[in-house]
């Protein structure tokens, strides 16, 4: 048996140290700290009327309810988390927190635009790099009294793990596999909703109730007439390419998070319109 101190060490590093271990993806090691504040039902705000830096419009239409989130930018990614899940909790405020530290899993659906004049505990929350997460109301009082302005928060994405084969005992290591876990999984109900937009010089579409991580990292899409076509994010969650597909049945493959990829042939049909919805496979957890 040969000796690996170096992949020991490895570990070590990875679970001694663990809490806020950020591999690619936006995958994460236990809970994160940050803040929150909320957004109260009254108000006009994306998180109350629809609309927003995702682009879905009306949250209810869109299957994503009142638990929502407006993101900074040290989160938001450009719109690379649009819908994706975070569960959080409110810690380390007695006055503010509920009692027990109940947690509540939120969609983000919109961003939180930094406040440069002012400072980061006072508006100026979603400041870069501040990771803050603006809550819808409903969500705020799931974990958080109603009269409070920002509080703490633990949130997490993802768990890490590490399957071994290995003893311990003698340092010595036959195999160390490092994976993904879905800690925080979206729950949708329906398959993926492909709503097409465009004109007769490009195509664009918005990806909406995407489960598993939530997230999408990349599309592609193809007509009967054409092979497979990148698209590239415009802005959210809407993906466009120069390509006039009118009149062929489209086909899209759909790149989740954390790489795996969902197939969805002729979603539309041939006589497929602008401004249209149809809801193709999901990703299975």
Not at 24 to 50: C, I, M, S
Not at 248 to 276: C, I, K, N
């Amino acid at each position: 048996m040969v000796s690996s101190l170096p992949l020991l060490l490895l570990l070590l590093l990875l679970l001694g140290f663990g809490g806020a271990v950020r591999l690619g993806n936006g995958g994460y090691e236990d809970w994160r700290l940050g803040t929150a504040t909320y957004v109260k039902e009254f108000q006009p705000h994306p998180l109350n009327d629809g609309g927003g830096a995702c682009g879905y419009g009306d949250l209810d239409i869109f299957r994503y309810g009142r638990y929502t989130a407006g993101l900074s930018a040290a989160l938001f990614g450009r719109g690379s988390a649009c819908g994706g899940c975070y569960e959080l909790r409110c810690v380390n405020h007695i006055r503010w927190c509920l009692r027990g530290s109940p947690t509540v899993v939120v969609t983000a659906t919109d961003f939180c635009p930094a406040n440069m004049g002012a400072a980061d505990e006072a508006g100026g929350w979603c400041n870069f790099p501040r990771e803050h997460l603006e809550l819808s109301e409903a969500a705020f009082l799931r974990v958080a009294k109603a009269k409070a302005d920002i509080v703490p928060v633990q949130f997490r994405r993802y768990l890490i793990c590490l399957i071994l084969n290995c003893s311990l005992f003698h340092y010595s290591f036959s195999k160390v596999h490092i994976f993904y876990k879905n800690r925080v999984s979206c729950d949708r109900a329906g398959g993926m909703r492909f709503t097409i937009t465009g004109s007769a010089h490009f195509l664009q579409v918005l990806i909406t109730n995407v489960a598993a991580d939530g997230e999408v990292a990349a599309v592609k899409v193809k007509g009967s007439r054409t092979g497979w076509i990148p698209m590239g994010r415009n802005w959210g969650q809407n993906w466009q390419c120069d390509a006039d597909l009118r009149g062929q049945p489209l086909s899209f493959e759909v790149t989740g998070g954390r790489g795996r990829t969902v197939t969805t042939y002729s979603v539309a049909p041939a006589d497929w319109m602008f401004a249209q919805t149809f809801e193709g496979k999901q990703f299975v957890e």
